[in-house]
């Protein structure tokens, strides 16, 4: 039963994240490809929790397929926002000094 509630509340909270980016390419929101690849893959997790209830160790292979289909698009977007965060910021000066009396 743990990896049916696991497998399915996974697929469910993807599926809906990744529904809402698709549908607002319909009102011209830029598409990515890997959105409609990762929203196979929390279909993939919804019935690999379907099939867990019958056959766990099929299951586990259609979950784990699956997955790797979400972490497609979740993965690249983790690894870009951990190093915007980690960056060292270079302090850099836009202009130089001048006179408050100086004409821009």
């Known amino acids: 039963m743990l990896p049916f509630l696991i497998y399915f509340v996974a697929g469910a909270l993807t599926g809906y994240h990744l529904y809402t980016l698709i549908a607002l390419a319909a009102y011209g929101a830029p598409f990515n490809p890997l959105e409609f690849v990762a929203f196979m893959g929390s279909i993939g997790l919804v019935l690999a929790g379907y099939v867990s209830l019958f056959r766990p160790y099929a299951a586990a292979r259609i979950a784990l397929i699956a997955s790797l289909l ?35």
């Open 70 to 104: 979400v972490w497609g698009f979740y993965g690249p977007a983790i690894a870009k926002l951990t190093r915007a965060r980690f960056a060292s910021v270079a302090i850099v000066t836009a202009s130089p000094q001048r006179s408050p009396a100086s004409p821009i």
